[in-house]
């Protein structure tokens, strides 16, 4: 009956060792675990901040974008007081044109009168000239 006792002890001694043993092997590969979580968790972290560096970036391309379509808009504006400004030289440029349009129908209508009036002292002079000649040569010397 010792000798059962001390197989019963020995037993349980051998069961407590593997007991502990896998018990030990659980805690190791839960600290393996553990350790793999911390550096997944530190990727996790690296990450976090490399997407708030990229957000950092993204406003400040953002904030380029806002400055930039500001830029347009005022350059627009501008754009179209110059076009207004076009559009009223066109007017008057076209008043001007036809101003001298009525201008220069008023010389030619002028220069058709002059012509007309050197025709006819032309016509005068002549006729007086030939009067001229004729008293000459009826006149003695």
Known sequence: MAE?????IYDM?????RIVGNTN?????????????????DK?????EDLRAGQEDLRA???????????????????????DELRKGQTELKSDFTRLEQKMD???ENQA?????LGEHDV????WRREKRALRQTSPP
């Open 113 to 117: 009168s002059i012509f007309e009036m």
């Open 4 to 8: 059962d006792r001390l197989d019963q």
């Open 61 to 83: 391309g953002q904030d380029e974008l806002r400055a930039g379509q500001d830029k347009l808009w005022a350059g627009q504006v501008d754009l179209r007081a110059g076009q």
């Open 106 to 108: 008023t010389m030619i």
């Open 13 to 17: 001694v051998t069961n407590l060792i």
């Open 44 to 48: 996790l972290w690296a990450g976090q």
């Open 25 to 41: 092997s659980a805690v190791e590969e839960l600290r393996v675990g553990q350790d793999e979580l911390r550096a997944g968790q």
């Open 124 to 127: 005068v002079i002549r006729s």
